[in-house]
């Protein structure tokens, strides 16, 4: 058996896909959601071939290229289960605005004027940065242009939802939904069999489309068999808004019109009654709570615990930058932890084991991407983050996963593989040009602040 080396080197390109990794620690996620140690895992061609004791996996790949990690704990790469990447651009305006003054005043005007594909290449790349940077592998994007931007994402080796958008408000990007849905329907096409790239449908939210396209969109989603992604109950407003126009909840719209059903990635969802939640749950939707956003803009509180309690699959995602104002999904972690405790007044619900596991396999199961993804076990495709723990603020480390959501774990992320790829490793992004990320963002403030 070969002496493990302490200072591997690896090739990139197709060969950096064939790697061992030991880990100080390492969590699966699935089958057992523990912290386990003395494992190695190796992967081939973007796939884990291999998971189990070190001392057998090391004697099964001897001419393996094998990367001690004695300090970290190795997990599966977080999912953001919601995003608008290019926003990115945006971060830090219209700080501490309502809502409706934050979209209407700041938001959508300096989108329509600026918004391009120049601006979403840039801003996807931004977010792409910093979510391989902070142990983000899969992100759910809702945004104009989305061709750009999963070509962004695929450049840069990373696994994206391109949720195409279905808006009826013109703008840079469509004239009208029509155009919208031609264009999804191309994209989806497109990227059918690419490896990093799914599509589904993005209707941005039951208020801004009309409830007959809405219905077209469930009967396309049938025919193509894809997934909906939309904003659905994100405040109290928002739902007063549906009785008064419509005479009941977009729930019970959405309902009727043939969209709550399991093809349905419900984002927000913190207004909604009890027999709502079970409705909801009974019909297989999927729901994604972006903590950070809805408090930020005081939408409300996604009751996670009432629906885990319901048997409702729950997602993490971080919303856009532009009110986060992060990618961070180990911050996020840490606030849906914080939020469910705290809104619940019991320190007992959403233990770190569970919030770990709704970062990863709980996103990617709201993505429909759960049997790629979202967990350490052969046959997924090696989507892999370390976290070093050799740091004051995570030592001792008695709870690995408590020590991963509650001590800052984004800012500790050493690697992070996608598809066997190593797209960062110690500060250095291995797909990005990261000073050409960094110099676009600052150029963009520059001309979004008319300096
Ligand atoms: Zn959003």
């Given at each position: 058996?070969?002496?493990?080396s302490s200072?591997?080197?690896?090739?990139q390109?197709?060969?950096?896909?064939?790697?061992?990794?030991?880990?100080?620690?390492?969590?699966?996620?699935?089958?057992?959601?523990?912290?386990?140690?003395g494992?190695?895992?190796?992967?081939?061609?973007?796939?884990?071939?291999?998971?189990?004791?070190?001392?057998?996996?090391?004697?099964?790949?001897?001419?393996?290229?094998?990367?001690?990690?004695?300090?970290?704990?190795?997990?599966?790469?977080?999912?953001?289960?919601?995003?608008?990447?290019a926003?990115?651009?945006?971060?830090?305006?219209?700080?501490?605005?309502?809502?409706?003054?934050?979209?209407?005043?700041?938001?959508?005007?300096?989108?329509?004027?600026?918004?391009?594909?120049?601006?979403?290449?840039?801003g996807?790349?931004?977010?792409?940065?910093?979510?391989?940077?902070?142990?983000?592998?899969?992100?759910?994007?809702?945004?104009?242009?989305?061709?750009t931007?999963?070509?962004?994402?695929?450049?840069?080796g990373?696994r994206?939802?391109?949720?195409?958008p279905?808006?009826?408000i013109?703008?840079?990007?469509?004239?009208?939904?029509?155009?919208?849905?031609?264009?999804?329907?191309?994209?989806?096409?497109r990227?059918?069999d690419?490896?990093?790239?799914?599509?589904?449908?993005?209707?941005?939210?039951?208020?801004?489309?009309?409830?007959?396209?809405?219905?077209?969109?469930?009967?396309?989603?049938?025919?193509?068999?894809?997934?909906?992604?939309?904003?659905?109950?994100?405040?109290?407003?928002?739902?007063?808004?549906?009785?008064?126009?419509?005479?009941g909840?977009?729930?019970?719209?959405?309902?009727?019109?043939?969209?709550?059903?399991?093809?349905l990635?419900?984002?927000?969802?913190?207004?909604?009654?009890?027999?709502?939640?079970?409705?909801?749950?009974?019909?297989?939707?999927?729901?994604?709570?972006?903590?950070?956003?809805?408090?930020?803009?005081?939408?409300?509180?996604?009751?996670?615990?009432?629906?885990?309690?319901?048997?409702?699959?729950?997602?993490?995602?971080?919303?856009?930058?532009?009110?986060?104002?992060?990618?961070?999904?180990?911050?996020?972690?840490?606030?849906?932890?914080?939020?469910?405790?705290?809104?619940?007044?019991?320190?007992?619900?959403l233990?770190?084991?569970?919030?770990?596991?709704?970062?990863?396999?709980?996103?990617?199961?709201?993505?429909?991407?759960?049997?790629?993804?979202?967990?350490?076990?052969?046959?997924?495709?090696?989507?892999?983050?370390?976290?070093?723990?050799?740091?004051?603020?995570?030592?001792?480390?008695?709870?690995?996963?408590?020590?991963?959501?509650?001590?800052?774990?984004?800012?500790?992320?050493?690697?992070?593989?996608?598809?066997?790829?190593?797209?960062?490793?110690?500060?250095?992004?291995?797909?990005?040009?990261i000073?050409?990320?960094?110099?676009?963002?600052?150029?963009?403030?520059?001309?979004?602040?008319g300096?």
């Amino acid at each position: 058996m070969p002496e493990p080396s302490s200072n591997p080197l690896f090739p990139q390109g197709s060969e950096a896909a064939d790697l061992v990794i030991s880990p100080r620690l390492l969590l699966p996620v699935a089958p057992r959601n523990e912290a386990l140690e003395g494992l190695s895992v190796a992967f081939r061609g973007g796939s884990i071939t291999a998971l189990g004791h070190r001392d057998e996996v090391l004697a099964e790949h001897p001419n393996t290229p094998h990367l001690e990690l004695g300090h970290h704990a190795l997990l599966p790469g977080l999912v953001n289960a919601h995003g608008h990447l290019a926003m990115s651009l945006l971060r830090g305006l219209g700080e501490s605005e309502s809502l409706t003054d934050w979209l209407n005043n700041t938001i959508w005007p300096l989108e329509a004027r600026w918004m391009d594909e120049g601006f979403v290449r840039d801003g996807t790349r931004l977010a792409v940065a910093e979510m391989v940077a902070t142990g983000t592998t899969t992100a759910s994007d809702m945004y104009y242009f989305p061709e750009t931007a999963a070509l962004a994402c695929r450049d840069a080796g990373f696994r994206l939802q391109a949720a195409f958008p279905l808006i009826e408000i013109p703008n840079a990007y469509s004239s009208d939904f029509d155009e919208c849905l031609a264009k999804g329907l191309a994209l989806r096409d497109r990227f059918r069999d690419d490896g990093l790239i799914t599509t589904c449908f993005g209707p941005h939210s039951a208020y801004t489309v009309d409830p007959k396209r809405l219905r077209r969109v469930a009967v396309l989603a049938d025919e193509v068999d894809a997934d909906v992604h939309i904003h659905l109950h994100e405040t109290e407003a928002e739902v007063a808004g549906a009785r008064d126009a419509q005479g009941g909840t977009w729930i019970r719209i959405l309902d009727e019109i043939g969209l709550l059903t399991e093809r349905l990635q419900a984002v927000h969802m913190t207004a909604v009654t009890d027999a709502e939640i079970d409705l909801v749950s009974e019909r297989g939707v999927r729901v994604v709570h972006c903590p950070h956003s809805n408090m930020k803009l005081a939408s409300g509180i996604c009751p996670v615990t009432k629906f885990r309690a319901a048997g409702a699959t729950v997602g993490l995602g971080t919303d856009g930058a532009a009110s986060n104002n992060g990618l961070d999904m180990f911050a996020e972690a840490r606030l849906a932890a914080l939020l469910a405790k705290s809104g619940d007044a019991d320190p007992t619900v959403l233990p770190a084991a569970d919030i770990i596991a709704m970062a990863t396999l709980g996103g990617a199961r709201a993505i429909g991407l759960d049997e790629q993804i979202g967990s350490i076990e052969a046959g997924k495709r090696a989507d892999l983050v370390a976290v070093d723990l050799n740091h004051p603020a995570m030592q001792p480390v008695n709870d690995p996963h408590a020590a991963l959501v509650h001590s800052d774990a984004g800012a500790r992320v050493t690697h992070t593989f996608i598809d066997g790829q190593c797209v960062y490793e110690n500060g250095v992004w291995k797909t990005l040009d990261i000073d050409e990320v960094l110099a676009n963002a600052v150029s963009w403030r520059t001309r979004l602040n008319g300096d």
